[in-house]
């Protein structure tokens, strides 16, 4: 039989995995303190600064992760395409172009 010190140690009964410590704050308790251990790092001097090359990395990692979430992407493709619909002049001029198009060639009128 598992002692009570035993339970403590390990996280509870046998699987149990509810969330302790840094964990079971709410978000916004952990951002205060994550941001006050960035800013004393960088008061130090021991905080990582990225050069560019990082930088765009990173940013191309996360672009990756967030394009997999193909429904996200339909919603910001929606979201562009109303956009720009209400542009009249801007859909005008698609509109020429491809009527333009359509009827042999690039030519002006």
Same mark, same amino acid.
Not at 60 to 78: C, Q
């Given at each position: 039989m598992t002692s009570d010190k035993e339970k403590e140690k390990n996280g509870g009964d046998g699987g149990n995995t509810d969330k302790r410590g840094f964990a079971s704050m709410d978000e916004e308790k952990q951002r205060g303190i994550a941001s006050k251990g960035g800013k004393a790092a960088h008061e130090k001097g021991t905080a990582h600064e990225f050069d560019s090359e990082e =930088? !765009? %990395?990173?940013? !191309?990692?996360? #672009? %990756?992760?967030?394009?997999? /979430? !193909? %429904?996200?992407? =339909? /919603?910001?493709? !929606?979201? #562009?395409g109303e956009s720009v619909s209400k542009d009249k002049e801007h859909m005008s001029e698609i509109g020429r172009k491809g009527g333009k198009s359509s009827h042999g060639g690039d030519k002006d009128e």
């Open positions: =930088a !765009r %990395e990173a940013g !191309r990692k996360g #672009g %990756e992760t967030v394009s997999k /979430d !193909r %429904e996200h992407m =339909a /919603d910001i493709g !929606r979201k #562009g």
